[in-house]
């Protein structure tokens, strides 16, 4: 039967297998750029090659998402161990929130060579400022409970 334990344990493996995936896709960067550079049309303010920006730009972008999926992991076991309304969570979406504001500015810059970029960059931040907002929700959330914690 489906619980709240199952939920906790698949989202705690597909995080862990996206960091796998996450680990291995960084020896596959340069082709990728190198791929890119082939197949690419259209055109940015800046011309020019973009195998070095795109290796720039996925480096980047790869180093937040390893920082979002790190404090992703602390948050999942924070919330196994039963503590979710606590500081810590609060700054695990806080960083998460940041990850993603990062990779969208780092894909933002790579739209100067590239337009298509720009749509990644706008997800990317559009998704840090959800997680901002659920950040503030989770923080109001931490001083409810420390308020009731003190309640007798």
Same mark, same amino acid.
């Given at each position: 039967m489906w619980n709240k334990t199952?939920?906790?344990?698949?989202?705690?493996i597909a995080v862990t297998?996206?960091?796998a995936a996450m680990v291995m896709m960084t020896f596959f960067v340069p082709y990728f750029a190198?791929?890119?550079?082939?197949a690419s049309q259209g055109a940015g303010l800046i011309g020019g090659s973009v195998?070095?920006?795109?290796?720039?730009?996925l480096y980047a972008s790869e180093l937040c998402g390893m920082w979002a999926l790190v404090e !992703?992991?602390?948050?999942?076991?924070n919330i196994y161990l039963g503590e979710v309304f606590v500081p810590r969570n609060t700054k695990c979406l806080r960083c998460?929130?940041?990850a993603c504001?990062?990779?969208g500015l780092a894909f933002a810059v790579m739209g100067l060579w590239k337009f298509l970029f720009l749509l990644p960059a706008f997800f990317a931040v559009m998704f840090g400022l959800i997680m901002r907002v659920l950040k503030n929700v989770f923080e109001r959330a931490?001083? !409810?409970k420390s308020e009731n914690d003190f309640t007798i």
């Open positions: 199952c939920s906790l344990m698949l989202s705690r297998g996206f960091t190198d791929w890119y550079e082939s195998y070095l920006p795109v290796m720039i730009t !992703l992991h602390i948050l999942l076991h998460i929130s940041w504001m990062l990779a931490v001083e !409810l």
